[in-house]
């Protein structure tokens, strides 16, 4: 199975009109595409012009015919109506000499991911319910630790993640183009539930059985005052709310 994510920065208060977009276009669409198993709008919590669009395909192969269609193309030249405009700005000159500064539509970012373990003998709740909160944890990972991380994943992971109150259900995901990327991702019955977890001792217990197969990245930035701060990339935890979705299975 293969899990899609396009990342959206959308306009202020054009929450609304991309959410009657996907259930009116893009549901009914996908619905009809073949391989696509769900589709679901979410909603970051932490930034709420950040929205995802997340599709599950029986193959990579189905993922990418969709991708390459006409269907895709049309949804995609739609979605850009409810675009933010980003910080970056063009410069150009105009006829009669003059500057112009054009600012620059936010590109939606897409991402594949492999589900790389999840419980057996189990469907996933997206396919039974469409009320959650769903929460990804992402890490970038040594490449001969990849497997590594996949058997303590599927051997520790998942069962405790089972047994906490609120958790539905647990995915491990490999980026189909970036390896090294993987995405933890847990649905929960709500934010609380998710939260509760994360400041409790079994959040710092699990992830420290799997930090030895994180890439130890660290970045620095230059804040606005001059002053430089270390800020760790070998891990990043975001929360989601769900818009709207459907099940096609």
Known sequence: MVMR??????RPKALHELQRFYDQDVIPALQKTDGCLYACLIQSVQQADECVSLTLWETPEHADRYVNGELFERLWNTVHEFLAESN???IQLTSDLKIDYLPVTEEPIVESHQVATMPAGSESPLHQSTLFYLRIFSMKVIADKR??????YHSDVIPALLGVPG??????????RDKEEFFSITIWNSKAD??????SPLFEELKNKIKHTFVHMIQWKM???GDRTVTSDDVAVKGYTFVTGRSFR
Do not use: S
């Open 5 to 10: 994510l396009v990342h959206l920065t959308i």
């Open 88 to 90: 970056e700005w063009k």
């Open 147 to 152: 497997e590594e991380l996949t058997q303590l």
């Open 167 to 176: 958790c539905r259900y647990a995915y491990l995901t490999e980026g189909v």
């Open 194 to 199: 998710a939260d509760a977890y994360e400041a």
């Open 223 to 225: 804040g606005l005052g």
